[in-house]
């Protein structure tokens, strides 16, 4: 007779960055980008500061801020996975 034991396995959230899509928010002084938790769309901001701290030599303006985001786009997208907690919030301030 074969013994099976059960695993109690927990779910795992899994957030998805499948759209490459990124704007710039010139009132916030952020770029916002988009993460889907299954169907829900989470909406993430990273202000200008952050951004400048790890591209020091970045410019003020537009193109400069999201040339900025486009160079650390993965490593931001792992501290949007690491902030996320899956429940009712749909929107995070990376800074």
């Known amino acids: 007779m074969a013994l099976f ?4 396995e927990s779910l795992i959230v899994a957030l998805e960055f499948p759209n490459p899509s990124r704007s710039y928010d010139a009132s ?3 770029v ?3 993460g889907y ?3 829900r769309e989470i909406t993430f901001q990273v202000d200008d500061a952050m951004l400048r701290n790890l591209q020091p030599d970045a410019g003020s303006d537009e ?3 999201l ?3 486009d160079q650390f786009r ?3 997208l792992e501290i949007a996975r690491k902030r996320y907690v899956s429940g009712p919030q749909n929107r995070y301030s990376l800074s």
């Open 5 to 8: 034991s059960s695993v109690n």
């Open 28 to 30: 916030r002084h952020c």
């Open 32 to 34: 916002c980008f988009w």
């Open 37 to 39: 938790d299954n169907s």
């Open 63 to 65: 193109r400069s801020i």
């Open 67 to 69: 040339g900025a985001f």
């Open 74 to 76: 993965e490593k931001l």
